[in-house]
């Protein structure tokens, strides 16, 4: 397998363009690698682009080969844009490539025009695409939310939207932080993806990369291990069909109090045994005092609070 050459040398900052062959019996495809080099004298890759389209595979392996050079290779679309539109572009050349599974994501600017002003506004975006056996809404909000977390971003929470042309109605939501639009989460409507040429579900996330600037936290805190053991209790509820887990959660941790540390979604079931028109959604709840052992007593009362709650204010019953 080939790695990525260093190559006739450049001053640094100069960028030059080189073709290298991925891997015998990849049928040919090459790679085309704009590099760059830095004033240490190394040529880092910059951008990968691919003759007549991008696909993952090959991509991916020439990324791991080069990433003794720099951690920061990026797959791209060849307008230079990061959007659902060029997300869905790649997706599609790897589905015709009969890429089976594929988890991509891109940084780039995007161009809003300013009014009175003659040049665009230029604010980054990151965008996440996937699609693949086990691949879901709540897997890729698992991703966004390990993201946030990581950047040490304030939480966000999930607003259902059903009005997004591009979104399956049911399956899509905005990504709030801090009471402000951050960016949209879902499964692209099956119209759109059959337009692109993909089959099965496709997942795309979008966010102002720009904006979660604006909302950092001003610092990160850390806590000491806990002295004393966690309870797990697991809720299987059912309810409407068109409650969001989103709704679930708030309540739940409304009611949980203090005691309650961690829900975590595990399980959403449709079929028999669960009424036409409902559906069953189950929770793994963590429970934990800093202070001492929880008792029986002290786990029984969270969960009949959060039950209770559940019941009064959403309608949802215990299945």
């Known amino acids: 397998m080939a790695s990525l050459p260093q190559g006739p040398r450049c001053g640094a900052g100069d960028r030059q363009e080189q073709i290298v062959q991925v891997a015998p019996g990849d049928q040919g495809e090459y790679i085309m690698a704009e590099v760059q080099e830095t004033p240490e004298g190394l040529v880092l890759p910059v951008t990968l682009h691919t003759r007549g389209g991008l696909h993952a595979r090959p991509a991916a392996r020439l990324a791991q080969e080069a990433q003794n050079f720099s951690s920061d290779i990026q797959i791209q679309s060849d307008n230079g844009t990061a959007d659902a539109k060029s997300m869905l572009d790649i997706l599609s ?21 300013k009014d009175g002003e003659k ?20 897997t890729l909000k698992g991703e966004i939310d390990a993201i946030l977390d990581q950047l040490n971003v304030h939480p966000a929470t999930y607003i259902a939207d059903t009005k997004n042309p591009s979104y399956h109605p ?28 993909i089959g099965g579900e496709v997942y795309v996330a979008e966010l102002d990369f720009t904006g979660l600037q604006a909302v950092l936290a001003p610092e990160r805190v850390f806590h000491s291990l806990p002295k004393f053991p966690t309870v797990s209790r697991d809720l299987a509820l059912v309810c409407e069909e068109s409650m969001t887990v989103g709704m679930l959660e708030a309540c739940i941790k409304k009611a949980g109090g203090k005691l309650l540390r961690s829900v975590q979604l595990f399980d959403i079931y449709r079929g028999p045994g669960i009424a036409p028109g409902k559906k069953s959604i189950a929770f793994s709840l963590e429970l934990r005092a800093d202070d001492r052992t929880l008792t029986d007593e002290d786990t029984t009362g969270v969960t009949n609070a959060v039950l209770e709650k559940l019941k009064n204010d959403l309608g949802v019953s215990l299945r």
């Open 93 to 113: 050349r790897n589905f015709a490539f009969k890429n089976k599974g594929v988890k991509l994501y891109e940084i780039g600017k995007i161009y809003l025009p």
């Open 170 to 197: 049911g399956r899509c939501a905005d990504i709030v932080i801090d009471g402000k639009k951050m960016g949209v989460i879902g499964q692209i409507h099956p119209l759109v993806a059959e337009t692109y040429g």
């Open 119 to 138: 040049l665009p506004d230029e604010p980054k975006r990151m965008i996440f695409g996937t699609y693949g056996e086990h691949e879901n809404f709540f």
